[in-house]
């Protein structure tokens, strides 16, 4: 990667562990099952430079003489202090802000959004978009799920970003939408609530 210079680099993937990476400087970064992160062993100068492929949740430890800088495949994510989600798929990059500001730019573009709490950036090849962070961006960590009105597939797909295994990879037919809070649940606990509020077998 262009990204780096001489430094020692450490490649870690992320597997279903839901243990942080702690950076030297003290921030984290929880991956998603399947990312890639690429970080120096130390960070030199005054610069903090990750690399990210696919998901994860970063929380960065404030130094204003050194900015932290996460880049994946189309974006640069430029921050000092604050936590975020950032998913990278084929198509696009998502950043979502959980606390302070960052700034979204697309890469060999000049063009930039600056993002604070509660806001996400969809990033492609040619544009970025700022809009209102969908409440679900975090829950593949967390566990915890807001639906309003949604469709029963998408549900579900959803909640399997979370719970790996146990719930039905073929889903009845149902008109059924969702309007629900899931925190702290099992997998089980999770079943049975959507059989009583879809009246549904799996």
């Known amino acids: 990667y262009q990204l780096f210079s001489k430094e020692e680099m450490i490649i870690i993937t992320g597997s279903a562990t839901g243990v942080p990476i702690k950076l030297t400087d003290g921030s984290k970064v929880w991956l998603n099952e399947g990312a890639l992160l690429k970080y120096p062993k130390r960070f030199l100068g005054n610069a903090r430079?990750?690399?990210?492929?696919?998901?994860?949740?970063?929380?960065?430890?404030?130094?204003?003489?050194?900015?932290?800088?996460?880049?994946?495949?189309?974006?640069?994510?430029?921050?000092?202090?604050?936590?975020?989600?950032?998913?990278?798929?084929?198509?696009?990059?998502?950043?979502?802000?959980?606390?302070?500001?960052?700034?979204v730019s697309v890469k060999n573009k000049n063009e930039s959004v600056e993002l604070v709490n509660g806001e996400e950036a969809l990033v492609s090849l040619n544009a970025v978009t700022q809009r209102k962070a969908s409440p679900?961006?975090?829950?593949?960590?967390?566990?915890?799920?807001?639906?309003?009105?949604?469709?029963?597939?998408?549900?579900?797909?959803k909640l399997k970003t979370y719970y790996r295994s146990g719930l039905p990879n073929d889903i009845p037919e149902s008109d059924c939408r969702l309007t629900a809070k899931i925190s702290n649940m099992n997998v089980n606990e999770v079943i049975e609530l959507l059989k009583e509020v879809c009246d549904i077998n799996f």
């Open 49 to 103: 430079k990750v690399y990210l492929e696919g998901e994860g949740f970063f929380e960065v430890i404030r130094d204003e003489g050194s900015p932290f800088t996460v880049s994946t495949n189309r974006s640069q994510i430029h921050v000092l202090g604050t936590s975020f989600n950032i998913l990278e798929t084929d198509s696009t990059t998502r950043v979502s802000v959980s606390s302070g500001s960052v700034r």
């Open 136 to 157: 679900n961006y975090a829950s593949w960590r967390t566990g915890e799920f807001t639906f309003d009105n949604t469709p029963l597939p998408k549900v579900i797909a």
